[in-house]
């Protein structure tokens, strides 16, 4: 089998996981470049259409960062990121895909570490996976 590298979509809220996204890039801390950022106003803006049209283009993997439980600048946006989360999770199932292709995380501004931790486990995660089973000829390729 090729060399597999994930493509990872990763929406974060602007005002903790952005901030400790960018926090990594200042203190010079790495994490994969085929994790690909999309900043929103805040992790509760994140539908489960969001989650499946990025896996529907192609994503192997998606994940929502959001504020640390009790801390969400709009009061509970990530408590209701999580629940779609699991949602989509639920219904990965449902569909026989992976319910791992998809995540939620939870961290403060000042947490750049725990930023780029998670987006190496994650892709680690996607790895072990393999290409995400609807992208063309990628059951054809993990069949092989």
Known sequence: MEHFE?????????YC????????G??????PSNVKIIRVPCSGKVD???????????ADGVYV???????CHFKNGNVRAEARVNRVKKLLTELGWE???VAMYNM?????????????EFTETIKKLGPNPGRTGAVDKAAS
């Open 48 to 58: 489960a259409i969001h989650l499946m049209k990025a896996l529907e283009k192609g």
């Open 108 to 120: 403060s501004a000042g947490m750049g570490e725990a930023f780029a931790q998670v987006a190496k």
């Open 99 to 101: 319910p791992e292709r």
């Open 6 to 14: 994930p493509e990872i979509v990763a929406f974060c809220c602007h």
């Open 26 to 31: 200042s203190k010079r801390i790495s994490y």
């Open 17 to 24: 996981a952005y901030t400790a996204a960018d926090m990594a």
């Open 65 to 71: 960062a959001g504020c640390l439980a009790g801390d």
